[in-house]
Each structure stands twice: as structure tokens, then as C-alpha cells.
């Protein structure tokens, strides 16, 4: 094995173990909006079957629109229009990072942090 190949092997068994260790939902899209990766807390935390999403398959929406899971997370939260909105603000801005708390309809709140994927050269990614 090359040396490239093992730290790509490496790699990708570090983020899949962070994603399953984290206690926090993870989602990340594209500037197109598409999910690239998420963890299974995003679902747990929301209350969410991903068999309940359109366009899931096998408990996964990579290479899906964000657009259904946004639509059954708004479902969840205390202030849907507000919640949209940030969400929308954050697409259209790249440079914007975000923290804020989420309160939910089951009377929990979440905390969201937000930021942008830059590639090289400062190219927008997508956001995390």
C-alpha cells in the first residue's frame, strides 16, 4: 500500500469514527445544497426516521437535497420561519459562521454551529 493510499485509509477511518463518537448531529452539504455526509445523531437528535425522508435509502440522503430533511426538522422546531430564514441566510452567505440556540417544540434547545468548506484558493465548498 503507498504511503498516499494509507493516509487517505486513515483518514476516512478517523472522520467515520468521529462521526459515530460525536454526540452532536453532523450534516454537511454542498453549495449546491446536497448531502455530502451526515452522522446518525442528526436523526436521533431530531426525532427523525431517515425511512421518513423522501429520497432516503438505507437510513442515508447522501447525494440527496437538504430540502426534505430541512422540511421534517422544521416540523421539530420552536420558530419554523426563523429557523428557514437562518438557514437560507447561511446558504447565501458563505462568510457567515453561525452559533445560536434552536428551541425545540419538546421544550429542549439545541445549539447549531455553522461554517463554511473552503476549498483551495478560497473556493465555497458547501457548509457543516
Excluded at 455526509?37 to 426516521?49: A, C, L, V
Excluded at 421534517?72 to 430564514?85: A, I, L, W
Excluded at 459562521?97 to 465548498?125: M, Q, V
Aim: aromatic residues 8%; charged residues 25%; contains cysteine.
Amino acid at each position: 500500500m503507498s504511503d498516499v493510499q494509507s493516509r487517505r485509509e486513515f483518514q476516512d477511518s478517523l472522520v467515520a469514527a468521529i462521526y459515530a463518537a460525536s454526540p452532536d448531529a453532523i450534516l454537511v452539504v454542498n453549495e449546491d445544497g446536497i448531502v455530502v455526509s451526515h452522522n446518525d445523531q442528526m436523526f436521533d437528535i431530531f426525532g427523525i426516521s431517515p425511512d421518513d425522508i423522501p429520497g432516503s435509502q438505507d437510513g442515508s440522503l447522501l447525494g440527496k437535497a437538504d430540502a426534505p430533511l430541512l422540511a421534517s426538522v422544521v416540523t421539530r422546531v420552536g420558530d419554523p420561519e426563523g429557523f428557514v430564514r437562518r438557514v437560507k441566510e447561511l446558504y447565501a452567505n458563505p462568510l457567515l459562521e453561525d452559533y445560536c440556540e434552536i428551541p425545540l417544540r419538546d421544550g429542549r434547545t439545541l445549539e447549531r454551529h455553522s461554517r463554511a468548506l473552503w476549498g483551495p484558493e478560497r473556493r465555497y465548498l458547501g457548509r457543516v
